[in-house]
């Protein structure tokens, strides 16, 4: 990885071709939805399937920049007024350079009332980012965290040992501690052709949750190089991710780490519609005897879809392979789904047998901007579904996943879900609801139901020995839901009066409810929360457990 990223800064050195630009904007799904009016028209073709987007882009930029300038007039205004409420802590601009620094602040208290908690969380961020020439745009974040968390996310980090989507946890008696770092270079050399190298996140979708590579887990360092050719957008992304040692897998060390790389088409074949063709491969960087395999140079050609080339050499990696699509019915309304495939076995795949070999899931829903014609009132309804044992692996160093958590959606598999988002804007105001429902069903009496995918697929609660005795055969009869059928409600809502929008300083008010169901517990949530909060991270609250408390 060392010489990957030696290279990428050789590459920039190096390279001084055609001026174009490369601003980066970390992705959440909260800021994001504020472009469903520009990107979800019907008369624009952008591509909208891959996040983090690069916001000097021509159609974004005008509504990006108003964004964030909303206050900002030709007034005389003090110092601390204009970096309170307008401006970077630090913001230089010369020509054709840009620098920019903030101190943020991230300070929340709160209430469980389900269960008699007082709740605090304390961070202290930084962030300092620019540009150099119009080609080169870089962003650098870090936080120092420390929080008192409800007893649903107490449970879960316990179960995991890992902040949601951040770190693994260093617990101090019942004081959480971690650090959560971002560092992104951008390089576009020429108008089509972007390079980006760091320590982040990608999104794959249109959707609220993605089945395909998410923003759930934690940062992980990557090298990405994303072609736009009009109607065609070509992604290739290698990354490395780190495995906490489970001791049923080694002891010869405290993390493994594998390698993943990752291939994504996005094809818009009209203003309207769009197909979407995904593709990756997960390996370990050392087997189960400690063995020694690093990078596979055969996964680095940036052109190929790789299943092709994995399956005949006859490699053990993970691969998985997807499909999306969108459609836009009016300027209000899109529809968009997904299609992911884990693994297929074809004389079962259209039978209602549930085989435990046909490992898949998907996606569909609706979004869209100015509801009911009320500008900035945007909404999100979708449906995801997950088949046991899907993003599973033999040993978990091979799974979909990255520090103890899935790539793809929160919940891992073997659920449905059901979730539904409002947001609305109202000058420096920000309103946003969600309500969610899952059906999952949770591994009980020791056996492998699905949902966990740290679980090896090849042991299924309902496996047997075949009829000569040799061993675990082809389980049937698994379907979505089965173990320990848990129901989970969910329902939150936020308001935000936003103080300086240059790097999301707001004071927000939150009020959630949560309960978690089942023949076996009956856990609930009532938390409200306020604080003085800022970045564009997105914190994911809306979470299900993988284990039985």
Known sequence: ??????????????????????????????????????????????HTSIKPFFVDDSLLKNHFDTLMNYGADNKQHTWGYRKLFNEHLIDIKSPGNTFYADFMPDLNVGRDFSNTKNLYSTTYGFQAGGTVSSKFSYNVSGYINQAIFPSYLQAYISQVGVIPGQAIDHNSGNVDNWSYITAVASYTPVKFLNITAGRDKTFIGDGYRSLLLSDYAAPYPFFKITADLGN??????????????????????SNRSKWGVFHYLDWNISNRLSFGFFDSIIWSSTDDTGKPRGFDVSYIDPIIFLRTQEASDGSPDNALIGFTGKYKLTDGITAYGQFALDEFESKNFFSSNGSSRNKYSWQLGFRGANLFNVKNLNYLVETNNVKPYTYSERSTVQNYSEESEPLAHPW??????????????????????????????????????????FQNYNKPARAYIDENGQGLSESFGNFTGQGLTTNLYYLEGKVAYVLNPKFNLRIELSALYREEKSSAFDYNATIITIGLRSSFRQIYNDLASYKVH
């Open 1 to 46: 990885m060392k010489k990957l990223f030696s290279g990428v800064v050789l590459l920039i050195v190096m390279i001084n071709t055609a001026r174009a630009q490369s601003e980066y904007q970390p992705y959440s799904f909260q800021f994001y939805q504020k472009f469903d009016s520009d990107i979800y028209s019907t008369k624009t073709r952008e």
């Open 232 to 253: 065609v957008k070509y992604m290739v992304l290698w990354a490395n991710f780190d495995d906490p040692m489970y001791a049923n897998i080694n002891n010869y060390t």
């Open 412 to 453: 891992g598999a073997n659920f449905r879900e059901a979730v539904g988002q409002l947001n609305y804007s109202y000058k420096r105001f920000d309103f946003s609801g969600e309500a969610d429902f899952g059906r999952y069903g949770l591994d009980i009496n020791g056996l492998n139901y699905g949902k966990d995918i």
